[in-house]
């Protein structure tokens, strides 16, 4: 038997190898089961075999005991900046905070390109670490000085080929923003031909990176919310996904904010507009759908729209899907995304089984499992991702079933999604490469990355005066939880 601490991080074992474990999830023609003392067999990217013992010639054998192993998550929504929407938890209201752009404020760029470039390998890094294989990376708006560049992108995805994580890149674009005017009130501003240029620079990129690092990198359409986009940007980005055959995700039917703003822009909800102009589409994946209406989710069933499931941001902010059980009872497709810090699926499958029990529906910790593997993987109609079966992607996520904080443990499913966190997570794998073990990422120091990100936020942080409404402080905008004690000198006896 090889030590598994032998097996070289981010470079495929030679040959086909076995790796046993007390349970995996495996998918059969039947149905999705769970096996128990079995091996998954690996050759190259693929998986060979699932089952007892195998019996054929193996180069190397690795048993990890006590541990689940289940498909790699699927992270539709992921975060991949150093997550701001944190700044906003307990420091209300938003637009107050510097979340949306004072009238006296020129936008800038808040960050460095270079910072830009390491944010995203800091994030993908944290992705591994969660047993995360697959992402379609989301970043802020709100701290940009418009959209996402291509020399930013160009830097994720060689990220992501250092680090091993497959995924879905394009630049974010949008024809305007919202600003406030001297009074506080909120007014949106548009400048379309500079978001057509955007769009332009990003559909480019999209054609140019898909299918790099030997299918690792895809292209991706993702414009920005919904209310900061025009008709003419929508219309061009549905018909070039068409024609290259690639996914769109729009943020839409998520906040007040937005859905106010669209209804005086347009006269109805963000589902209602898009599907009056026949954007709708298997294609588009809608992250959040917390202000639906019945009939918004009864459009997107009609069209294949798939729900970008996100419940952990979603109740940080007081909001929850109305509900997840309902939502599949109409044949809506739900994939599941993070969309904050920390990056942590199994967490969010946590949050979403008790906010859907909460809004009456009655999912199950499989449910969850299967929107965050099988759902992802359809809602990108890649059917070789999201399943351990003979011919899919050695995509794996093994978490650690034998932690003492797991306990008492019952069924291994149910134990990882209603007891547990990402943080027992004890290996990624992706296209057949071990690329994270026992906190270790192929590619990155993150210990020293670790201690970069918090200063590269720091400094974002004391930039917040120049961007928020009146520009107050930052000991304003975000006060500590208690007062800082004073200090007092000891007296002498």
């Known amino acids: 038997m090889t030590r598994w601490q ?9 040959g086909r190898w076995a790796l046993a474990a007390r349970w995996i999830v495996v998918d059969r023609p039947e149905g999705r089961r769970l096996l128990e003392n079995g091996e998954v067999v690996i050759e190259r990217d693929r998986v060979l075999w699932t089952g007892p013992r195998f019996e054929g010639a193996v180069a190397a054998r690795f048993d990890l005991g006590e541990v689940l192993v289940t498909p ?31 009238h006296d404020y020129a936008g800038r760029e808040m960050y460095a390109p270079e910072e830009l470039a390491f944010q995203k390998r800091f994030a993908f890094a944290q992705l591994l670490l969660n047993g995360i294989t697959s992402a379609l990376p989301i970043a802020s708006l709100f701290y940009r000085a418009w959209g996402e560049t291509v020399p930013e992108f160009d830097a994720a995805a060689e990220a992501a080929e250092d680090l091993g994580l ?8 949008r ?13 949106p501003e548009f400048d379309e031909p500079r978001g057509l240029a955007e769009f332009e620079a990003a559909a480019a990129f999209a054609a140019r990176i898909h299918g790099r690092a030997d299918g690792l990198i895809s292209g991706l359409f993702a414009p920005d919310r919904v209310e900061t986009c025009t008709e003419t940007l929508l219309r061009r980005t549905m018909d070039r996904a068409r024609d290259l055959d690639l996914p769109v995700r729009l943020h839409m039917a998520q906040g007040e904010m937005e859905l106010q703003t669209v209804r005086r822009l347009h006269g109805v909800t963000a589902p209602e507009w898009l599907d009056r102009m026949g954007l709708l589409s298997d294609r588009l994946i809608a992250p959040h759908a917390t202000v639906a209406t019945p009939e918004d989710l009864a459009r997107y069933a009609a069209n294949g729209v798939t729900v970008a499931h996100c419940p952990l941001v979603s109740g940080r902010h007081g909001s929850v899907l109305r509900s997840f059980s309902s939502l599949r009872a109409m044949g809506i497709r739900i994939g599941m995304g993070t969309d904050t810090a920390p990056a942590d699926m199994v ?19 499989a449910d969850f ?11 990108l109609k890649r059917p070789d991702l999201g399943r351990i079966a003979p011919g899919a992607k050695a995509d794996l996520a093994v978490f650690d ?56 936020f720091d400094r974002l942080v004391a930039q917040y005066p120049e961007r928020t409404f009146g520009h107050p402080p930052v000991e304003e905008i975000f006060p500590p939880a208690y007062p800082l004690a004073q200090r007092q000198m000891e007296e002498t006896p």
């Not at 032998?6 to 030679?14: N, Q, V, W």
């Not at 790699?72 to 949306?100: C, E, F, H, Y």
């Not at 305007?176 to 909120?186: F, I, N, P, Q």
């Not at 008790?354 to 199950?364: L, N, P, Q, Y």
């Open 347 to 365: 967490l969010n499958l946590a949050t979403g089984l008790i906010a859907d029990r909460i809004a009456g529906g009655s999912a199950s910790a």
């Open 175 to 187: 024809t305007g923003g919202v600003r406030l005017d001297a009074e506080g009130r909120m007014h």
């Open 369 to 379: 499992l299967n929107a965050a593997t099988l759902a992802g993987a359809d809602a």
């Open 401 to 456: 079933m034998a932690d003492t904080r797991v306990a008492p443990r019952i069924d291994p499913v149910q134990t990882l999604i209603w007891g547990a966190t990402g943080r027992i997570t004890r290996a990624t794998l992706v296209d057949g490469r071990l690329v994270m073990r026992d906190g270790a990422v192929a590619g990155i120091d993150l210990p020293a990355a670790r201690a970069q990100a918090q200063a590269q």
């Open 166 to 173: 497959r995924v879905w890149l394009g630049p974010a674009y």
């Open 72 to 102: 790699g998550l699927i992270d539709l929504d992921a975060l991949s900046d150093l997550d701001t929407t944190v700044l906003g938890l307990d420091n209300q209201p938003g637009w107050r905070k510097g979340r949306v752009w004072p």
């Open 6 to 14: 032998d097996l070289p991080l981010g470079r495929r074992p030679e």
